[in-house]
């Protein structure tokens, strides 16, 4: 079995986020992490491999420096990095960076490809599923167990209160959720060998079947009108009422709401 899994390098958000003139974010100047969503993937495609022998190539798309979350999976257990990068593919939005994903993957043999629901930078969900749609491969969306039968996956699929079963035959791609499972340490051994380890880099002309119009920054229909860092709430307002007088106030303030 093959397994491909698309991870992405992410600003870590606690260190608060910056962005360049034109609205993108400004990922070289901000300490960068694996996606969560897309490391419970990369679990369960090592799980898998553990269970059945699979070969599990990571693929990332971004700036130079995301080659560290490929040699981070790499020491959790991945055989193989691929890194797209390209000044032509900068500021793609989902449907430019599904499109770089796919004309990468048009290069790989596989029978499963793993991304993570979305990512904390964008919440967008979508690029998993696009993905899926320019390989027209099934696609099982919001994973929360996965299982292999002979050729088909099997996967338990979150919804509100309880899940679906669904079965699709192989080659399928699934969007994992972070609570999917708890992501492997990396080994002091694996991280030696990772360090080490050859990361394959692509650019524009590893890409198959795709056309320019697509890419990068001139290739994204999603226009950016505003952007900016979390806004702070106020203080708020400050009352000191007897229970009665408080509960008042506050039965009338959610009913101003129409929360009550």
């Given at each position: 079995m093959k397994i491909v899994v698309c991870v992405k390098q992410v600003p870590d958000t606690k260190g608060g986020v910056q962005f360049n003139p034109d609205g993108t974010l400004n990922r070289a100047a901000m300490l960068a992490i694996m996606?969560?969503?897309?490391?419970?993937?990369?679990?369960?495609a090592l799980r898998l491999?553990?269970?059945?022998?699979?070969?599990?190539?990571?693929?990332?798309?971004?700036?130079?420096?995301?080659?560290?979350?490929?040699?981070?999976?790499?020491?959790?257990?991945?055989?193989?990095?691929?890194?797209v990068t390209d000044r032509v593919l900068g500021g793609a939005d989902t449907w430019a960076t599904s499109t770089t994903l796919a004309g990468a993957i048009r290069n790989l043999d596989y029978d499963l490809i793993i991304t993570g629901r979305q990512a904390i930078d964008g919440d967008t969900a979508q690029v998993g599923p696009q993905i899926s749609e320019h390989l027209g491969l099934p696609v099982i969306s919001y994973a929360q167990k996965i299982e292999i039968d002979g050729d088909y996956v099997i996967v338990q699929r979150q919804f509100?209160?309880?899940?679906?079963v669904l079965k699709a035959k192989m080659p399928c791609l699934i969007t994992a959720l972070s609570e999917l499972n708890e992501p492997r340490y990396m080994t002091p051994g694996g991280i030696f060998d990772a360090c080490d380890a050859e990361i394959t880099t692509w650019g524009r002309a590893d890409l198959k079947d795709v056309d320019d119009s697509n890419l990068g920054l001139k290739g994204s229909p999603t226009k950016i009108a505003k952007a900016s860092d979390k806004v702070r709430k106020g203080a708020g307002e400050h009352f000191v009422?007897?229970?009665?007088?408080?509960?008042?106030?506050?039965?009338e303030k959610l009913t101003e709401k129409h929360i009550i």
């Open positions: 996606n969560p969503d897309d490391k419970a993937g990369l679990e369960a491999k553990d269970q059945y022998g699979a070969e599990v190539t990571v693929v990332t798309m971004g700036l130079p420096k995301a080659a560290d979350v490929l040699r981070e999976a790499l020491a959790m257990g991945a055989d193989k990095g691929i890194l509100e209160d309880r899940y679906h009422l007897d229970p009665e007088a408080g509960a008042a106030y506050i039965t």
